[in-house]
């Protein structure tokens, strides 16, 4: 048996040989595994139901010889969001650190787990300073990583060759996780939490604010989950890194999913389940804050922006990453 990644059952972490005893008594017993992971055993393959580690085995499916057996479904309880992502954040604490921008999804993350976090950024990036308010009313351990543009210069070869799509919103996003996980490895950790997954189950985006049917728009960018996991575990492999994604736990999935649409924006602020969370945590001002993206937070666009435009590409940043694609 090869087991990548985490595995519980009914909120208990199993330990490997624990996996190993289950499926010698039950080859279906993946069926109602929880956790991140993927396994092979015996000419089967199964990962977890949204396969965040970004294997190339089909989410959420068992497959044995060819033939899928089952569709993964962890039988969880319907919690309320708070308790769904107090139990989501605990089974993912060991050994791990807080990706840390400053918003409200992950310092929501890291008042709930009480690790140490790290923040990443080209210098006078704006998240340095909303992370480091958000780590000091903590009182959190909080690394900050100035990225010079030598250093993203030289990653951005090594990042396209990672990511399956070379398109300049995956090169940005997977160019900020790749210095994210850069610090993380350097300070021993090899879990990375992160917020993604709570602008798809709650609203995130600027085009939610306009959405005019915001119910089947969440459940169109939530089907984009898993390509987003390839896209991202890919640079976190190149430093011997994972990412966790509490927000996408079936726990926190199911209490969202039974939140009304309707609810989720209000003043032109989307998240507001989440907001109403984070104020019992964290300061005013960060649990209602508007942020950009960490792409934009952190200065890594403008940078991709500038090198297009230096190098030619003064309309297109794609025509820039294929010109460096070109040159690997």
């Given at each position: 048996m090869r087991l990548v990644g985490w595995v519980e059952s009914g909120g208990?972490?199993?330990?490997?040989?624990?996996?190993?005893?289950?499926?010698?008594?039950?080859?279906?017993?993946?069926?109602?595994?929880?956790?991140?992971?993927?396994?092979?055993?015996?000419?089967?393959?199964?990962?977890?139901?949204?396969?965040v580690l970004g294997s190339p085995f089909p989410p959420g499916v068992l497959v044995c010889d060819g033939t899928a057996r089952g569709t993964v479904a962890p039988d969880v309880p319907d919690l309320e969001l708070e308790p769904a992502?107090?139990?989501?954040?605990?089974?993912?604490?060991?050994?791990?650190?807080?990706?840390?921008?400053?918003?409200?999804?992950s310092a929501l993350l890291a008042a709930l787990a009480g690790?140490?976090?790290?923040?990443?950024?080209?210098?006078?990036?704006?998240?340095?300073?909303?992370?480091?308010?958000v780590a000091s009313f903590l009182g959190l351990p909080h690394r900050r990583v100035v990225i010079s543009p030598e250093e993203a210069d030289r990653a951005i070869p090594a990042v396209l060759r990672a990511i399956p799509r070379k398109a300049p919103l995956d090169l940005s996003i997977a160019l900020t996780l790749f210095f994210v996980c850069r610090a993380a490895a350097e300070e021993g950790y090899r879990r990375v939490l992160?917020?993604?997954?709570?602008?798809?189950?709650?609203?995130?985006y600027a085009?939610?604010?306009?959405?005019?049917?915001?119910?089947?728009?969440?459940?169109?960018?939530?089907?984009?989950?898993?390509?987003?996991?390839?896209?991202?575990?890919?640079v976190a492999r190149l430093?011997?890194?994972?990412?966790?994604?509490?927000?996408?736990?079936?726990?926190?999935?199911?209490?969202?999913?039974?939140?009304?649409?309707?609810?989720?924006?209000?003043?032109?602020?989307?998240?507001?389940?989440?907001r109403a969370i984070a104020a019992r945590h964290l300061p005013a001002e960060v649990a209602g804050r508007g942020k950009k993206a960490m792409q934009y937070g952190s200065g890594i666009w403008?940078?991709?922006?500038?090198?297009?435009?230096?190098?030619?590409?003064?309309?297109?940043v794609q025509g820039y990453l294929d010109w460096v694609t070109r040159g690997q």
């Open positions: 208990h972490l199993l330990t490997g040989e624990r996996v190993a005893d289950l499926l010698r008594k039950d080859p279906l017993a993946p069926l109602g595994f929880g956790g991140e992971f993927t396994l092979e055993w015996d000419g089967c393959t199964c990962t977890d139901p949204l396969g992502l107090q139990v989501s954040v605990a089974l993912r604490r060991d050994g791990g650190v807080v990706a840390l921008s400053g918003g409200v999804d690790l140490p976090c790290v923040t990443v950024g080209m210098e006078g990036s704006p998240d340095f300073l909303w992370a480091e308010q992160c917020g993604q997954g709570a602008d798809e189950l709650f609203a995130g085009r939610h604010r306009e959405s005019t049917d915001l119910a089947s728009d969440l459940r169109r960018d939530f089907s984009g989950i898993h390509a987003q996991a390839v896209r991202d575990q890919a430093h011997a890194t994972s990412l966790s994604y509490p927000y996408l736990d079936p726990r926190v999935v199911r209490a969202a999913g039974r939140i009304p649409a309707g609810v989720l924006v209000a003043g032109g602020v989307g998240k507001q389940p989440l403008r940078h991709l922006l500038r090198r297009a435009r230096e190098n030619g590409y003064k309309r297109s």
